[in-house]
């Protein structure tokens, strides 16, 4: 999508048809990143529900330095990152309350039957995991992710490498186990 | 990026996935119900519930403010029954106390 002024202007005014084309637009790349870091259908389509009515709401203090696909990027990332705080935080209260609930839990593991790469992904350390699904997976430049992650490009750089090593060793491991 | 890595990034469970077409309609009906909930301005201080309840409250205050201001209190309650009573006036003068 190319940084046109005046549709961004017309954003700004808060005009409904320019939003739908921004929609329609970023929400493919938006709602793959939050999948691929909640690993959750429905968590996934209430996240994209929240981020763009964010999206809106805040469209003013929006400004065209960044690309407006990044900006929503940015906000769905830190979106989904205090959603699955708070998520964990209510897992850790309920473990707390009693094992009875451990079922329950255990329970809301997700089943993967197409693929083994993603489920590995997902119990990788997110400063390393968020690099690969931005880079290897949703093709974002460094300079894109920089702005995005709000880090250093060569921090991004770093990140990526280690995590594509991680992410090989996992995979080896579980390939190895699988027979 | 070896061959490896570029062969785990085939894996069928990251391939991208479709967008619920209900969402964009969810979006739009939070947005609009938000714009229907209407912040409260000064000029809406002068609709006539508001002003209603301010000249209630005005009324309350005055009225109690006017029953306190004209009624005895203990010690003046205690000296007016004084005089109502036979006592003579330098009987109650507290200045003979001294």
Redesign the interface.
Known sequence: MEQNLELIQLFKSGD?KTF?QI?SDT??LV??IV??MTLD?EES?DI??DV??KV??NRTKYKPMVAIKYWICKIAVNHTKNILKQKSRHKKNIAAVGFFYHKQIVSEEKD?S??????ILSKMNEKYKLPIILK??EELSYIEIAEVLNIKIGTVRSRLNRG?KI??EL?KKKEASNG | MDKEYEKILQDASLTPREVPAAIYNRVVATINERKNVRHLGFKDLFQVKYLAVAIVFVGVFGASNLYFQNTLSSEELYVSQLYLSDTSDYMISFDSLY
């Open positions: 409904h739908e929609y929400k493919k709602y793959n999948y691929k259908v389509n994209m529900h763009y009515v809106y709401e993967f197409d693929g083994i790469v993603l489920p290897d997976i594509r992410l090989l995979y």
